[in-house]
């Protein structure tokens, strides 16, 4: 089963129920703070091997728009050429969390590929007016029942600037991001991801958080936070 949950971008899935391949693909031009705009977002999952995602980019991108790319999985999905990579945070089970990031130019393609290894999650966010990374944390949690929250680190934050949650799970069937815009949620066969984006003014953060909507035994999560500006 795959169930997608679009909040600011009320798009509709692309779904092969078949391959369990789906994609959520929006243009919404959301500012989010003073100096942050979302352009776009790319969600895409499966998990057939030896198939690769392509990760959308914005089609009105410039040069020197920011790309911030998350992968979520249980092995080690390495991350397309020319990204850079934050942070990578593993859970108990070896699930993984990975968010990195591209600078994009004039000339970069406006689609990169992420192999799909074992059952993979990818967003693809791409941001206008930002390109600083001040600061980076994951946690690992355990959602245990219907309402359980993931919930993410604090983080430095900068006057105008902004914070992206990611929110990586293996058995809620699907999770709400709380008291922030929603890029996208999606789940496929019990696991997901969902994304979180909101302004921030400076100083430490609060803890971000999602909420298990209905369970499926209950495990270990994964919670990231990235402070930019």
Partial sequence: MIKALVNLFSAAPIVDCETHQAEVFTTPHKTISENVQVLSSYYGSGDVYNRKIAARVSPSVLNGDTLFMFISGYSKTPHPYGFKKILE?????NMHLKVCYKTWQAGDPLRF?????????????????????????????????????????????????????????????????????????????????????SPTGGGLSRRMSAVSES??????DIALCVAIY
Avoid: W
Avoid at 89 to 93: D, H, I, L, Q, V
Avoid at 215 to 220: E, P, S, T, V
């Fill in 89 to 93: 945070t593993e859970a108990a089970g």
């Fill in 113 to 197: 590929e992420v192999p799909l290894l074992d059952e993979t999650f990818v967003s693809l966010i791409t941001l206008r007016g930002t390109n600083h990374i001040l600061d980076a944390r994951g946690r690992i949690n355990h959602a245990c029942s219907v309402g359980s929250k993931i919930v993410t680190p604090r983080v430095n934050t900068h006057k105008d600037g902004a914070i992206i949650t990611c929110f990586a799970y293996d058995d809620p069937n699907s999770m709400h991001v709380k008291d922030q815009e929603t890029l996208a949620s999606l789940e496929c066969c019990n696991r997901g991801m969902a994304i979180g984006i």
């Fill in 215 to 220: 369970m499926c035994g209950g495990g270990d």
